[in-house]
């Protein structure tokens, strides 16, 4: 991923499935639920995984938002979000990742 001309190589990259890599790039999908905790904040890389998540929710979100899963880049960096934060999770997260 470049970033102004130059490769930040310090940077983290999370990997992570479409249609969340896609989602998250572009703000819509704003949480992300993971097992354990992290001290990283700041700008990290999104790497898309090799497969689609098949979840019917997943499923669900790729109709909801027109998410066209051949036209996906697969393994590789797809974008950059910034991690502000990280709490534990909550009964209702799911419903709201």
């Not at 940077?11 to 572009?26: C, F, M």
């Not at 995984?49 to 880049?73: H, K, M, V, W, Y």
Request: aromatic share 8%.
């Amino acid at each position: 991923m470049q970033a102004a001309g130059y490769i930040i190589k310090e940077q983290l990259a999370l990997g992570v499935k479409h249609p969340w890599a896609s989602l998250l790039v572009q703000g819509i999908k704003t949480l992300e639920i993971r097992s354990q905790p992290t001290n990283v904040r700041g700008p990290i890389y999104i790497y898309s995984s090799q497969r689609s998540a098949i979840e019917p929710f997943a499923l669900r979100a790729i109709e909801q938002f027109g998410i066209d899963l051949s036209a996906q880049s697969y393994g590789q960096l797809v974008g950059q979000v910034t991690l502000v934060e990280c709490q534990p999770a909550q009964p209702d997260d799911e419903t709201l990742s």
